[in-house]
């Protein structure tokens, strides 16, 4: 759910703010989708965990980054090979996302079941930082190949 509302956002509300969520159909600004729906689901399960203390939790950044980094390969390794045999369907594309939700979930729940490591959790903090900025200054700098282009506009980055 927190997917679609991150994919969204910025047609809903368009402004530079929200040019950090998809601001086209890019093969590249659906990573944006990958990045941020854990970053949003973390908040609200840090706060849950807290609040009801019904399981310790360690590691969250540090699972986050690792699980948001695992999950953008294995579903670009998994989607790249369906979407260039039969190009953007809906359905395949759910299934492939909902699979590496999956599979980076349980990498997440492996990590913050670890002893907490608190250098790791401060790396990954400013780790997820970077990642956000990066993933912005390609939005209004995209490259100039297909992973970049919208086929749906024939653009490439923000409108």
Do not use: C, Q
């Not at 019904?54 to 090979?81: E, R």
């Amino acid at each position: 759910m927190l997917g679609f509302l991150v994919h969204e956002l910025y047609e809903f509300i368009p402004s530079n703010i929200t040019s950090i969520f998809p601001v086209n159909e890019s093969l590249y600004e659906h990573i944006k989708l990958i990045y941020l729906s854990p970053i949003f689901s973390s908040i609200i399960l840090y706060f849950y965990f807290k609040i009801f203390k019904k399981f310790k939790v360690n590691n969250i950044l540090f699972g986050l980054i690792n699980s948001i980094i695992f999950n953008i390969i294995i579903f670009y390794l998994l989607y790249l090979p369906l979407y260039n045999r039969y190009g953007a369907v809906m359905w395949i594309t759910l299934t492939v996302y909902f699979i590496t939700i999956i599979l980076s979930g349980y990498l997440y729940y492996l990590i913050i079941s670890m002893d907490n490591n608190r250098k790791l959790n401060i790396i990954s903090f400013f780790l997820l930082i970077i990642g956000i900025f990066i993933l912005t200054y390609f939005t209004y700098n995209p490259l100039k190949i297909p992973f970049f282009l919208d086929t749906t506009t024939n653009s490439y980055g923000i409108k």
